[in-house]
Each structure stands twice: as structure tokens, then as C-alpha cells.
């Protein structure tokens, strides 16, 4: 072994080939750029959608209606998984804390109870919103109904 036979071990060297060092190492003169244009400058960054001058698709398709910033998303629960809940765990009070422990919303979720199945458990049912159907149906069982 000597000075002119030594080479790094294999695989321990990554490195991609220099770009602009001459004509010798192939990849010289225009550096890879090409000719001319945009992308041959130094400096060049491409606008997110740019589409070399025509119009963007974000701008060509027409736009309407109306996004109100003030939306309240309610997550709906309806009486019939409460049902269950209450046959599964024997409770007869229904918070967004059971709600979320059994994986029927997450912790910032607003939730609102909707009237669909049926209910034969008489329950105290804490949440933010109900609707009509949810509250005739647990007042009919003769539950309380407690808005957050």
C-alpha cells in the first residue's frame, strides 16, 4: 500500500458533481442552465403556480359564493350513539368530557346533539347545541337538556 493507491472506503463518500468549474469537468459554460431565459439567471425563483407566463390555473377558474369567517362547525352526535353510551357505561348524566372519552369528538370540538334514532334512557345531556328533534326526544323521557 501507498501514497498513490489510497481511496476513500466505499459508500462513505455522497458527493454530487460540481456545477461551473470548467469545460474539462462537463459541466461548464452554461452550468446545466441552458440558454438565455428566466431560469438561466442568477437570482431566479419560480412563483408557486407559475405556468411560464399563461394564466395560472388559480386564476383562470371563476370563483363564488361566500366563506363567512364567523362560522361556528358543530361536531353532530346523535341520540342513538348516546343511547349506547348510556347502555355501555350505566350513566345517566352525558357530558362533552364522555363524549370525547369515547372517541365520538375531540376536546375542542363544539357539539351539537341531532334528533336521529331513538332514545329509552332518561339522561342529563350537557353540550353546546341541540337541535329541536334531540331536545323533544329527551324531555320525552323525561331528561334534562343543559346547554353550555
Known amino acids: 500500500m ?10 462513505s463518500t455522497h458527493r454530487e458533481k460540481r456545477i461551473g468549474r470548467g469545460q474539462g469537468s462537463g459541466r461548464g459554460g452554461t452550468s446545466t442552465r441552458g440558454h438565455k431565459g428566466a431560469k438561466s439567471r442568477s437570482g431566479y425563483s419560480r412563483k408557486i403556480g407559475f405556468e411560464g407566463g399563461q394564466m395560472p390555473l388559480q386564476r383562470r377558474v371563476p370563483k363564488f359564493g361566500f366563506k363567512n369567517i364567523n362560522r361556528k362547525e358543530y ?3 346523535n341520540i342513538s ?19 370525547v372519552e369515547a372517541g365520538l369528538a375531540r376536546k375542542n370540538d363544539l357539539i351539537k346533539i ?9 339522561l342529563e345531556v350537557t353540550a353546546h347545541a341541540f337541535s329541536e328533534s334531540a331536545m323533544k326526544a329527551i324531555e ?9
Open 75 to 77: 361536531k353532530g352526535i
Open 2 to 11: 501507498d501514497l498513490t493507491n489510497l481511496k476513500p472506503a466505499e459508500g
Open 114 to 122: 341531532l334528533g336521529n334514532g331513538t332514545l329509552s334512557a332518561k
Open 81 to 99: 350513539a348516546l343511547q349506547t353510551i348510556a347502555e355501555k357505561t350505566n350513566l345517566t348524566s352525558i357530558d362533552v368530557e364522555i363524549l
Open 140 to 148: 320525552a323521557q323525561e331528561g334534562t337538556v343543559v346547554k353550555l
